[in-house]
């Protein structure tokens, strides 16, 4: 296979490979050694996490889904608007609670809630901060939480935190799953039973690893069947929406018209909008529950002008319609990179015999919505060889592994962006399928230990010893 990749994409693999060296045997000083026994747990496993520097590639990976915060688009509009204000403080100086409040920060906050349809905002330090403050401080003594099975980390981490009796998951989108969750918690507990607690029901509407989209609707309704008495609500967490879903990308609670069924909405900036920080919308109780009782806002600075101005400057674009173009473009280079894939003359004989499994794929002539994250499944490790494949053609995408997926659901993420060429899109169905076909062949060869071309290629360039110990370079 010719490759366009420099050192540099060599280096970096090579910097991961010899991450995965196993180092507590050789730690002397046992507090080392101790946390280094943790690491090497990963290691074992080849996924120890490195940090990465951007590179000057093509970007099949990060979430910057409109492309704003690397377009001149944005940059011109937060320029605008720090010129309007020369005299900025360039901190906040303090919490919320205490200096970190101004009439601009409050101005913003409205200008968001009625950009969403909204009572109310409060706009936090990043989405993380914002699901840890709202599980940990929401849900009451005796309350139940139904959340689904891929919810994000931070609402665990909130709800590790929180007075729910009763936490519980449902099978992932599945609404037959959820309504049986619903009425079993509403058998077993006397006071929801009676309407004198509530059921919390924490879903996604674009999850992040699988691009999949919640049937909120139908959820709904559900919810309504089951507890008649309408002691639940929804908390509606938005990330991968805002900017991309609806029109002028207000989310998928306003596209639906379900604003007021809705009684908590997180919606972030640092994806599609090309800023930081996020904003939970919600009502007036609710933000006032927040500020009192949420100790990652209370006890957190607040937001700098700079970053407000970010985010203000990027909401104007969205109300502007001045972000329409991209988002339309978006859909357009993820239906090209469907058909692209699914015309190409090895995608059957590839997905028939396992080596690579594209849920999305399925019917996806028939969706007016297309999610810009893409799961290319792959066996356990594959995805590897599948990334490393990827980028030595300078397509940034990376192999996402179990914890933060699914036992069994090892893939490489594909997120598109507004800024891809046509080119681009075709080239990397392409490349997906170039890869998965030798891995057909190896398959069929029964030379299955064998490494993929690009693997060995790697592994020869920089002198290595793989660290899957069941490959071998010929």
């Known amino acids: 296979m010719t490759t366009t990749a420099d050192e540099s994409v060599f280096t970096q693999i090579a910097q991961w ?17 101790n946390l280094e026994e943790a690491l090497d747990m990963r290691r074992s496993q080849h996924n120890l996490i490195t940090l990465r520097k951007r590179k000057d590639n093509i970007d099949f990976s990060s979430n910057d889904f ?5 377009s001149g688009q944005l940059r011109e509009a937060f320029l605008e608007e720090l010129h309007r204000y020369p005299n900025f403080t360039v901190g906040s100086t303090g919490s919320r609670l205490l200096d970190g409040n101004s009439d601009y920060f409050e101005d913003l906050e409205d200008e968001i809630a009625a ?15 914002g699901n840890s403050a709202i599980f940990s401080s929401i849900p009451r003594p005796g309350d139940a939480i139904v959340f689904d099975e891929l919810v994000h980390a931070s609402a665990h981490e909130g709800m590790s935190r929180c007075m729910a009796k009763v936490k519980v998951s449902f099978s992932h989108n599945c609404v037959d799953s959820f309504r049986e969750v619903l009425e079993m918690v509403h058998e ?19 999850y992040s690893m699988d691009g999949d989209v919640c049937p909120l609707k139908e959820m709904v309704e559900a919810a309504k069947e089951v507890l008649p008495k309408g002691n639940f609500q929804f908390i509606v967490d938005e990330a991968h929406a805002t900017g991309v879903v609806g029109d002028k990308g207000v989310g998928l609670v306003s596209a639906l018209g379900l604003q007021r069924e809705i009684a908590i909405r997180l919606h972030t900036f640092s994806k599609a909008l090309g800023a930081s920080g996020a904003a939970v919308l919600c009502n007036d109780t609710i933000r006032t529950m927040l500020v009192n009782h949420a100790r990652p806002i209370c006890f957190t600075t607040a937001a700098s002008f700079p970053t407000l101005a970010a985010i203000k400057a990027a909401y104007r674009l969205l109300a502007d319609g001045k972000t329409e173009p991209s988002r339309m473009r978006l859909q ?79 893939r490489v993420r594909i997120a598109f962006h507004a800024s ?13 399928c170039e890869w998965a076909k030798e891995m057909l062949d190896i398959k069929k060869s029964g030379k299955e230990g064998a490494l993929p071309t690009a693997a060995q290629q790697v592994y020869k360039i920089t002198s290595l010893t793989p660290r899957f110990d069941q490959y071998s370079v010929e």
């Open 17 to 33: 490979n010899q991450a995965q060296e196993l180092r507590a045997p050789k730690m002397k000083d046992v507090f080392y050694r």
């Open 66 to 70: 409109l492309s704003l915060a690397t």
């Open 115 to 129: 950009f969403h349809g909204a009572e109310r905002s409060l706009i936090v330090n990043s989405g993380f901060e």
């Open 188 to 206: 077993s507990e006397p006071l929801i039973q009676r309407g004198q607690r509530v059921v919390l029901i924490a879903v996604e509407t674009v």
């Open 332 to 410: 357009e280079h993820i239906r090209l990179f469907y058909k692209s894939i699914t015309d190409n003359q090895h995608y059957k004989d590839v997905r028939d015999a396992g080596i690579i499994d594209i849920p999305l794929a399925e019917e996806w002539e028939a969706q007016p919505f297309l999610s810009h994250i893409v799961a290319v499944l792959t066996e356990p490790r594959h995805n590897y060889f599948l990334s490393i494949h990827l980028q030595l053609l300078r397509f940034w995408a990376f192999p996402v592994d179990p914890p933060a997926v699914p036992k069994g659901t090892n």
């Open 420 to 432: 891809l060429t046509e080119e681009q899109v075709v080239g990397l169905a392409s490349a997906i």
